[in-house]
T-cell receptor, first 115, second 115 residues
């Protein structure tokens, strides 16, 4: 499809395990965002990639969280040594190059549950 | 720091009526403001963007206003339909910079349109 694709759609894992979440942005979109959405909470910014620039990691909650974007396309968000408070929906969005006035196009997220 | 306030209580209206949702911000007036729709289990979908020099923006049955004096944006859905039932999110840049691509998000207002 032409939209943002995220996988897996659901992930259940035990506390202490590492998880990898994948995002395939819309082709040609140079900006890519990761957000976290918990029940009753707004979208929490995690990290932002723009082209070949250094990513803005200012939203990552701890050093257990990391993300990379290979070849300016696919991105992976990794959470190491997961904790129960990491349970949330992780959303990825992409937008075309240009100013921040471009709308963000979201995937349907990965629902992460830590047991 | 900038904060966004949206009605936390769900809005219930009768089909055919106009729904009005509010987004208030507390600090600087942003260069633009965006509205998104989010359905359960899905990512947000972009609806409208309004710039600081625009008083009003329309798209089909949707209308957004932007009052920098009141620090408020109103989102209207006219001739509402049950299919309009969703959560509506307001988002604006996290600092006054026209090219800033990071958004901060309201918690959203849940709208239910009853047949």
């Amino acid at each position: 499809g032409a939209g943002v694709s995220q996988s897996p759609s659901n992930k259940v894992t035990e506390k202490g395990k590492d998880v990898e979440l994948r995002c395939d942005p819309i082709s040609g979109h140079t900006a890519l965002y990761w957000y976290r959405q918990s029940l009753g909470q707004g979208l929490e910014f995690l990290i932002y990639f723009q082209g070949n620039s250094a990513p803005d990691k200012s939203g990552l909650p701890s050093d257990r969280f990391s993300a990379e974007r290979t070849g300016g396309s696919v991105s992976t968000l990794t959470i190491q040594r997961t904790q129960q408070e990491d349970s949330a929906v992780y959303l990825c969005a992409s937008s075309p190059a240009g100013t921040g006035r471009q709308p963000q196009h979201f995937g349907d997220g990965t629902r992460l549950s830590i047991l | 720091s900038q904060k966004i306030e949206q009605n936390s209580e769900a809005l219930n209206i009768q089909e055919g009526k106009t729904a009005t949702l509010t987004c208030n911000y507390t600090n600087y007036s942003p260069a633009y403001l965006q509205w998104y729709r989010q359905d359960p289990g899905r990512g947000p979908v972009f609806l409208l963007l309004i710039r600081e020099n625009e008083k009003e923006k329309r798209k089909e049955r949707l209308k957004v206003t932007f009052d920098t004096t009141l620090k408020q944006s109103l989102f209207h859905i006219t001739a509402s339909q049950p299919a309009d039932s969703a959560t509506y999110l307001c988002a604006l840049p996290d600092e006054y910079a026209g090219n800033n691509r990071k958004l901060i998000w309201g918690l959203g207002t849940s709208l239910a349109v009853n047949p």
